[in-house]
């Protein structure tokens, strides 16, 4: 046997990545095993078709999945939670708090020792009358937030989301749209543990690349989530694309075994989504080219202003330019976007998603 690294087709990494996402055959049986295994879904405001973590869910689940099914989850069952702007497994959180050197920057620990007095009024008010959402909690802070003007004025805001990070407070749930805080030991399990950073670094680099499947050693999203394998994994070349890749080693077993082969389907994805978060690995691995365009003027838009990206098989073959209006009860399609011709059956099982879309929205389809 040949020494170095192994070689993949570039259909062999296309599958690796897709099956690593939960967007083969079989779906996966629940939200929380959805969760599980991607190890977080993006919280994101924008719902031009559904907030980014339902979409990501029906896109894994189908029609098995009701946005109450989230709620259930993270206010009543406590198997998830909200963490700096994810949906997290709840036995995750003792990682994420292990590791929050890493995603508190060093300016924001000096501002949050200069405001020691704020952060002292937080924590009893919140002891003393919490959940709270952020307008219930005054604004006592010593230094305020400095950005760009972006963050300015918002530094109850900004206090917990680091008070967060850092687990000294905790989202509890929500109230329509609004976050609500409360202390952790109200929130997290009385048996969390918080293990030595380095264990919990290697657990969180081997669960990020179980969730990639395939991925360059570095590699950052387009909000600079690192997105890479941290070093873990069995080196590859791919296909067509240059330098080296890391994979799962476990997604290396399951492409060796004849037992257990690919079986692709359709699905239409937020443009959050993780198979796609990463544009330069989404253009190597599977010749798409995708930029999220709803920052951009309307006559410069190439696909739409939330255009979602269209996997078939192991491939991504297109872009969905859609709105729903909810008031209206219609789900409407503005321009359904070919990367290159289709077999008739892509468009017959494309078309099939997208009414399964409408449904599960409990919208009607309108093209035009």
């Not at 805001?157 to 805080?181: H, I, K």
């Not at 009385?190 to 293990?195: A, E, G």
């Amino acid at each position: 046997m040949g020494s170095g690294p192994r070689r993949l087709s570039r259909a062999e990494a296309r599958r690796v990545a897709v099956r690593a996402q939960l967007l083969d055959e079989p779906r996966p049986e629940s939200l929380v095993a959805v969760v599980d295994h991607l190890t977080g879904l993006q919280v994101d405001p924008t719902a031009a078709i559904a907030p980014n973590v339902d979409l990501v869910a029906w896109s894994r689940l189908g029609d098995a999945y009701a946005p109450s099914d989230l709620r259930f989850a993270l206010e009543e069952e406590r198997s998830l939670a909200e963490h700096f702007s994810f949906v997290r497994p709840m036995a995750d959180v003792g990682l994420l708090l292990a590791t929050a050197d890493d995603i508190v920057h060093p300016r924001a620990r000096e501002w949050l020792a200069a405001n020691a007095g704020f952060r002292a009024d937080v924590l009893a008010l919140l002891a003393d009358e919490g959940p709270l959402t952020a307008a219930q909690v005054p604004d006592t802070c010593q230094v305020p937030w400095e950005s760009s003007g972006w963050n300015d004025t918002k530094n109850v805001n900004r206090l917990l989301d680091l008070l967060c990070r850092t687990g000294e407070v905790a989202v509890s749930g929500r109230r329509g749209r609004l976050r609500t805080w409360d202390l952790p030991d109200r929130v997290y399990p009385s048996d969390l543990v918080v293990p030595p950073y380095d264990v919990a670094r290697a657990e969180l680099d081997r669960r990020r690349l179980t969730a990639t499947g395939i991925a360059r050693e570095r590699s950052a999203g387009n909000t600079g989530e690192e997105l890479g394998s941290g070093g873990l994994g069995v080196p590859c070349l791919v296909e067509g694309a240059s330098g080296e890749w890391r994979v799962d080693p476990e997604a290396l077993d399951a492409l060796d075994d004849p037992h257990d082969p690919f079986t692709g389907r359709t699905a239409l994805l937020s443009p959050f989504d993780r198979l796609v978060y990463d544009r330069d690995r989404a253009l190597e691995l599977f010749d798409f080219e995708y930029v999220l365009e709803m920052y951009k003027p309307a006559a410069k838009r190439r696909w739409g202003y939330f255009a979602l990206p269209i996997l078939a098989g192991d491939r991504l073959v297109g872009k969905l330019d859609a709105k729903a209006d909810r008031k209206a009860g219609v789900l409407r399609v503005n321009a359904v976007h070919q990367d290159g011709p289709w077999s008739p059956e892509t468009a017959d099982a494309v078309d099939a998603e997208i009414a399964a879309l409408a449904e599960w929205l409990g919208a009607e389809v309108v093209t035009g």
